[in-house]
């Protein structure tokens, strides 16, 4: 008897890790699920480089309008060219920031490392091995507030940052939105470790994003440094009207 007890217990608990373990896996999944239950019409892809995440939002929302946003010219005419018959997918050639007009732009061989910031001169190995190639260019910049003041867009569904620790820069250009709650859900990549000059961490996005109601849903894709340190990650942050629609956590 105590040995089916045992058994039956350790089935029951069993199923609860394989049905948990759905959930804090997958960030676009779980962006999914989180939005189930309202129609997105509108995504923010800051940082889009070709497009690599803006065509993961086409197969979950496709009839999604997506604001794909890239600074320079090489990567921004690619991802023209790639969306080029799809009129709901609209690149816009601008950085997003605190503040509207010309900023300088940090272009590195690796595109996906492009920022408005210099890769930290104490930063990771492999970051440093990337970074002899800079070159500088500038780019023009705009807040998020004042590009939905100027598409007249009311709501983003889903705000996407992979701006290379400007994350803070364009939660700050947005402060008109997150007052109203006027962003359903923010996908971004959060530091720990300093690979930027003039990075925020982590502790500052969370800081930010609380003063306005917004709450920290998941944490992803953690990378650590070459000497074993946390380094970065992705998180999803929720409205608080997303977070009063949540189901029960099963």
């Known amino acids: 008897m105590f040995r089916e007890i045992i058994k039956q217990v350790l089935a029951f608990f069993d199923y609860e890790l ?7 896996v997958d960030a676009f999944q779980d962006q999914k699920k989180l ?8 995504i923010f892809d800051c940082g889009a480089n ?10 979950l929302f496709p009839n999604a309008t997506i604001y794909s946003f890239e600074p320079t010219q090489e990567t921004f005419d690619v991802l023209c060219q790639t969306f080029k018959s799809d009129e709901l997918v609209k690149p816009q050639q601008l950085s997003v920031s605190n503040l509207t007009g010309h900023q300088q732009f940090f272009v590195y061989k690796d595109s996906q490392l492009n920022s408005l910031s210099a890769i930290d001169s104490q930063s990771d190995r492999y970051m440093l091995s990337l970074s002899d190639s800079v070159e500088y260019t500038k780019v023009e910049s705009i807040t998020l507030d004042e590009f939905c003041e100027r598409e007249k867009i009311k709501e983003i569904d889903i705000l996407k940052m992979d701006i290379q620790g400007s994350e803070l820069l364009a939660l700050q250009g947005a402060v008109g939105l997150l007052k109203k709650q006027e962003i359903s859900l923010i996908y971004l990549e959060i530091f720990f470790g300093q690979l930027y000059d003039h990075q925020a ?24 440094l070459s000497d074993g ?18 189901p029960p956590f099963l």
């Open 18 to 24: 394989r049905r948990r373990s759905r959930y804090f």
């Open 35 to 42: 939005l189930q239950q309202q129609h997105v019409k509108c």
């Open 50 to 59: 070709i497009g690599q995440t803006t065509a993961k939002y086409k197969q």
């Open 201 to 224: 961490n982590f502790h500052e996005i969370n800081k930010l994003l609380q003063e306005y109601n917004y709450i920290l849903y998941g944490v992803y894709n953690l990378t650590r």
């Open 229 to 246: 340190t946390l380094g970065y990650g992705d998180a999803i942050f929720i409205s608080s009207d997303i977070k009063n629609k949540l």
